[in-house]
């Protein structure tokens, strides 16, 4: 059996620990944070030239030492008075050298100096405590760290900045408002009339429905995969290095080059997707080729878009691929390759983008497409949501529409206060057993 | 008997006899108790200062929540009621409110009889003065003589005597109700134990002569037809027990809101004077004339005092201004051009304690043993004191008699635990008053439903006598036996059905259950019963024709909200399986990693019971509540995987 008592060490001490993930780099920030009033105190025994009146916000350039004062690093420290700072407390920040032995130097010599070594999760674990983040934006500040682009960073950081607590409480409150007029009909019948609710009604399920257009995300996310198929020799490989921007697969002249599906991970207008090369489909001559077909034919089956090429230097594109079309459901943009080779023709099929890899034309084009393809309805400023958001956001959705529809104006109040509910299980404001199950798999709490 | 006279000690001494302290008193000697309940004097027991009426909405259901845990409120309201209504009649079920008018002198003189005759139970007249705590125990009180009682617990049910300042325009004078001095000592004795107190002011509106009122320029309003009890008990009785009478409408005119705003700056409320705090739900008419500027009128309602005194109160029209403007103004209403006022509209200010300072048991968090009731913890209302009174006096009998159970009634379980958790847990600025919005699950907390909700909480601490309860507790068995046979039983289109629901005006084309036929709006379940009871088995037929007319409509409303009841039911699950988790006594939120020392300190002043106490308290962030929550689990889990 565990403690039952939590460790008292918990409230009071000071934590350090890098910021920034390990390895080389030009720089490396180590972060301390702790109690008002306690930070500091560790931090100069790590840097006694330190002023006394240090400013909050100030960069300055001081010597970090060890115990026994010998220099380990030249750095600049920043000190963020609580509560205005990312925990909540006082932090400090040590901009050293990046190099993972200056890094666990000062580590070392931050412990020696009374700091105590983070848990994992324990900054974002005080900022939630203090009130810096509700939990919606400790999810956004999860998912911002592990995004691997910049469209998906830029919708996290509406999560992680507050933008969809905000639009969450912008809805809440005009439930609220609904909910007030509702309540007051029936507790002052005398004196107050029963409220035309019609008006607010849609100015609620408005902001939802704007909300839900929002583009779920998941921490872990499977990011999209694009499948590039074709004849061989139609020039997938070409298309292949020139959409990656790197000549990573092996172009040669000859058909049948590509054996195997090459796999590797590209940014198109700031999306992170996977994008796989494939053997080219034909009757197979051996035995490799026909493995290297199916992987091709499984790859197609399985993306979300796929790229078919047709070789434009063969009169009409040459024959359809032969073969099972195993990529049936899948999107799909018909790529007409090699128009350095044929100029100004119409493409010889219809829709067929035009693309030379040697000019580069038409890339732009189809990137423009693939983005389009992969991103369906496109809204301004959107931000993502997580599955329980949106779960949540339709049960509200649900409730407000069973409220309108509602004859007694108690069950209608009922109604709203399940809104509400569901509402408060985003920001954590109402506390459920679900609500927990998702905070221990995300943030390491309480274990 | 005189307080220096009392030889023998007490287990509970319950200081004040107003509406809190009579249910305090009688629940504490209920649970075989040696009590005391101690009034400045005897014959003030039991008195309505204010409105003569009990109930109203959510008033009414904390009515029927007080008397199905054994209280007497309800069953002296029926005795001494002189006109029923159900308000909200054409409502669902959960926000009805059942309201009488009182025969004032006869309520106070029943209950005091009731008072009286209770066993374990005895009534001495003296001012309490001081409190006797040994070592941070309540062991005594101390009376106006200087005789100590001792006791093993004792409840403050002041109401609004302690320090009690009236005001009439800019008179004003010591006194906790028109003409009965004010409790000063008791107070001063609170302060100097540390406690925390506010101030608080309500008012009450002029009385005048009924003969000097008329009538025929007023507009009537009558009670309902069929009146409806408040007491199970009534039952039994001859019920209503006392001629049923009227009450009148008027409205205020635009002359008389002139009168008022140019009165003003005689208004105590106005000139700062009154510092207390007065309620927002029941303001006072110089209130509602500066904040509704644009009404044209306000509601008055005329209402007897009782059928033997010639007393009429002006519901609406309380004020704190000179009595010859609150002749004026009285006189500027129709049908009140003559009207003889018999005693002004008068403003109290009174000391309460800040019930922050009390656990859900109303015992004190510093001073155990310490028990606080009714206006005296920040309340208004008879309805409201008379609950608390009830929570406090069977807590405090608990502590008395040693035992380490305690009496807490949930927000989903009861009105007055709403108004309980709201009190202790975030406190009021102004007298507070039960509505039912208060109630996040009103529609579990109709008036219909509290046997089945509480009278078997009432049976487990001795509140109500076994036999009473299995009596009580069988009739809503037959409901549900009622209910069960009526969904189980599907009629068929056939020939004879139809032809027999054609008869009766109800048109039937699909497979449907009783329950099912029940729910449909046009149908009226008291001209299908006969009907009905021929397609059940003969038992259940018995029980269908059982039913009293009471119970019949409960047959229809329960079946009718089945569907919302459950899926209340289910989010109180969902949501209440959170809430509801304990926090142990003595919880180290100073060990909790990221939990923040202002968090810390509040959640460590207020003690929380429960999770969904501390996501209550003001200034407590929800994501400090789920560091919280997340300890409580991950630890229930370690316990629980050994």
């Known amino acids: 059996m565990g403690r039952l008592v939590p460790d008292a060490a918990g409230l009071g001490d000071v934590i350090v620990a890098p910021a920034t993930p390990p390895g080389t780099s030009a720089l490396a920030v180590v972060r301390f944070s702790g109690p008002h009033g306690t930070t500091l105190p560790v931090v100069r025994r790590l840097a006694p030239d330190l002023p006394d009146g240090l400013l909050p916000r100030e960069a300055r350039l001081t010597e970090v030492v060890d115990a026994r004062g010998a220099l380990l690093d030249r750095a600049i420290l920043l000190f963020f008075e609580g509560p205005r700072s990312s925990t909540g407390e006082d932090v400090v920040e040590i901009h050293c050298h990046g190099s993972p032995a200056v890094v666990r130097a000062v580590i070392d010599a931050a412990v020696a100096a009374g700091a105590r070594p983070a848990r994992k999760g324990e900054f974002t674990r005080r900022a939630l405590g203090n009130g810096k983040l509700d939990l919606v934006e400790a999810e956004g500040v999860a998912l911002l760290c592990s995004s691997e682009s910049r469209a998906r960073a830029g919708r996290a950081i509406g999560m992680a900045s507050g933008l969809l607590s905000r639009q969450v409480g912008e809805i809440r409150s005009a439930v609220l408002d609904l909910l007030a007029e509702t309540e007051a009909a029936l507790d002052f019948p005398d004196d107050v009339p029963i409220a035309a609710p019609e008006r607010r009604t849609e100015e609620i399920l408005g902001l939802l429905s704007r909300l839900l257009a929002g583009r779920l995300v998941q921490t872990g996310e499977r990011i999209p995969t694009v499948a590039i198929v074709g004849r061989p020799n139609a020039g997938k490989s070409s298309l292949f290095n020139a959409l990656l921007g790197a000549d990573r697969a092996i172009v040669t002249a000859e058909p049948g080059t590509t054996r195997d599906v090459i796999g590797e991970t590209a940014e198109i207008r700031g999306e992170a997707l996977r994008l796989y090369d494939t053997a080219g489909i034909r009757p197979a001559r051996s035995e490799a080729e026909r493995l290297g077909v199916e992987a091709a034919e499984r790859a197609a089956e399985s993306a979300d878009l796929v790229l078919e090429v047709i070789d434009g230097a063969v009169d009409g594109g040459g024959p359809e691929p032969e073969g099972p079309r195993a990529d049936r459901g899948s999107r799909r943009i018909v790529v007409e390759s090699k128009r350095d080779l044929w100029g100004d023709r119409r493409p010889a099929r219809e829709g067929a983008l035009a693309v030379s890899v040697v000019s580069g034309d038409g890339l732009g084009d189809l990137r423009d497409e693939i983005e389009r393809a992969l991103s369906g309805v496109e809204t301004e400023g959107e931000v993502a949501l997580l599955e329980r958001h949106r779960r949540a956001l339709l049960e509200t959705d649900l409730a407000v529409r069973e409220a309108a529809g509602r004859s007694e104006p108690e069950l209608a109040a009922a109604d709203l206060r399940r809104a509400l509910t569901a509402l408060g299980e985003i920001t954590g404001e109402t506390a459920t057993e679900e609500l927990l199950d998702r905070i221990f798999a995300g943030f390491c709490l309480g274990k | 008997m005189r307080a220096s006279e009392m030889t023998g000690d007490f287990d509970v001494v319950v200081i004040g006899g107003g509406h809190a302290g009579c249910e305090a008193a009688l629940a504490a000697s209920r649970l075989g108790r040696a009590t005391l309940l101690l009034t400045s004097d005897p014959g003030t027991i039991a008195r309505m200062s204010c409105n003569p009426a009990i109930g109203g909405l959510a008033k009414g259901q904390a009515v029927r929540e007080i008397d199905a845990l054994g209280g007497w409120m309800g069953l002296v309201a029926d005795r001494t009621g002189i006109q029923f209504k159900v308000l ?507 939990l923040s020392l202002e968090a810390v300190e509040k959640l460590e002043r207020h003690r929380p019971r429960t999770l969904g106490q501390a996501s209550r308290i003001p200034g407590v962030p929800a994501s400090a509540v789920t560091l919280v929550l997340a300890h409580l689990v991950s630890r229930g889990k370690r316990t629980a995987g050994g």
């Open chain 2, 88 to 594: 909200n009649a054409s409502r669902g079920p959960a926000v009805r409110g059942l309201r009488c008018q009182s025969d004032k002198a006869l309520y106070s003189s029943e209950m005091a009889r009731i008072v009286g005759a209770a066993d374990h139970l005895r009534v001495a007249g003296a001012n309490a003065v001081g409190l006797v705590v040994e070592r941070g125990r309540l062991v005594g009180v101390r009376t106006g003589d200087g005789s100590v009682i001792s006791c093993g617990a004792a409840v403050v049910a002041g109401g609004t005597f302690l320090r009690g300042l009236i005001h009439v325009g800019d008179r004003r004078r010591e006194a906790g109700r028109w003409e009965e001095p004010a409790a000063q000592a008791l107070s001063t004795a609170l302060v100097e134990l540390g406690f925390r107190l506010a101030r608080m002011k309500t008012g009450t509106p002029p009385r005048v002569a009924s003969a000097s009122v008329d009538r025929a320029a007023m507009a009537r309003a009558c009670g309902d037809p069929t009146p409806t009890p408040f007491s199970f008990r009534s039952r039994g009785e001859r019920f209503p027990a006392l001629r049923q009478v009227d009450c009148w409408v008027t409205y205020t005119t635009r002359g008389v809101h002139e009168l008022i705003r140019e009165a003003l700056p005689l208004s105590p409320l106005y000139s700062g004077r009154i510092v207390g705090r007065g309620p927002r739900y029941c303001p006072s008419i110089e209130d509602k004339v500066v904040r509704f500027a644009d009404r044209e009128r306000h509601q008055i309602f005329v209402e007897p005092e009782g059928l033997s005194t010639d007393w009429l109160y002006l519901n609406g029209l309380s004020m704190s201004l000179p009595e010859e403007k609150q002749r004026e103004i009285v006189r500027g209403i129709p049908g009140l051009e003559r009207a003889v006022i018999l005693r002004p509209a008068y403003a109290v200010e009174y000391d309460v304690i800040r019930a922050e300072q009390l656990r859900v048991t109303l015992e004190s968090r510093d001073v155990p043993g310490l028990f606080f009731a009714g206006q005296v913890n920040g309340t208004s209302g008879y309805e409201e004191a008379a609950g608390q009174g009830l929570v406090a006096g069977t807590n405090a009998a608990l502590v008395a008699a040693g035992r380490e159970q305690e009496f807490v009634l949930g927000r989903e379980e009861a009105y007055l635990g709403v108004m309980i958790d709201d009190l202790v847990t975030l406190g009021t600025d102004e007298p507070y008053r039960l509505l039912s919005s208060r109630a996040e699950h009103r529609l579990l907390l109709g008036a219909d439903s509290a046997y089945a909700r509480l009278t078997p909480r009432a049976a487990a601490v001795g509140l109500i006598p076994p036999r009473e309860a299995d009596r009580l507790l069988e009739r809503e068995a037959r409901l549900e036996r009622v209910k069960e046979s009526f969904r189980g039983t599907r009629l068929t289109p056939g020939k004879r059905t139809q032809e027999a629901l054609e008869a009766l005006g109800i048109p039937l084309v699909e497979q449907i259950s009783l329950a099912g036929l029940v729910r449909r709006p046009e149908v009226v379940v008291e001209e299908i019963r006969e009907w009905a009871a021929g397609l059940l088995s003969p038992p259940e037929a018995g029980e269908l024709l059982l039913l009293d007319p009471g119970t019949l409509a409960r047959l229809r409303d329960e079946l009718r909200y089945e569907g919302v009841l459950r899926r209340e039911r289910e989010i109180i699950d969902r949501v209440s399986r959170a809430e509801s988790k304990r926090i142990p006594d003595g919880f180290a939120y100073r060990g909790l990693p990221g």
